[in-house]
């Protein structure tokens, strides 16, 4: 197997690669997680804000571009005040270039946003 600089993991043959990215929000801030030039057979898209201190409260979108403007994807995820607040995104074609998590935390917190995506590509289509 090919070293890469995502996580990759065999099975029957193929690659399934997860890719993730970080960064930690302080009180009311904005935080923007940015995969781009992503390629074909992207399968869905995961955030989660880990509360590290405080209120953990606020707003993260899923968003893509082709041409650097940026559009709202699917639906949102609004952080209610636990320990840790997770959603997924399955996506069923790989629409734009690149794609972003924007978080807009709000309150007195101190929270980490973790970003990733997976890519299967023996997997075709949507279910």
Do not use: H
Not at 21 to 27: H, Y
Not at 70 to 89: C, E, F, H, I, R
Not at 101 to 117: D, H, M, R, V
């Amino acid at each position: 197997m090919t070293s890469l600089p995502e996580q990759s993991v065999a099975q029957n043959q193929t690659e399934i690669v997860v890719k993730s990215a970080a960064d930690t929000s302080v009180d009311a801030d904005t935080l923007v997680i940015s995969f781009t030039n992503i390629g074909s057979n992207v399968k869905s898209f995961q955030a989660s804000v880990s509360r590290l201190s405080g209120t953990a409260a606020g707003t993260v979108i899923l968003q893509g571009t082709v041409d650097g403007n940026w559009v709202t994807l699917k639906d949102t995820m609004t952080l209610s005040n636990q320990a840790t607040n997770t959603k997924v995104w399955p996506i069923c074609q790989t629409t734009y270039t690149s794609y972003r998590a924007y978080y807009i935390a709000s309150g007195t917190q101190t929270s980490k946003l973790t970003f990733s995506y997976m890519r299967r590509p023996d997997e075709p289509g949507c279910y």
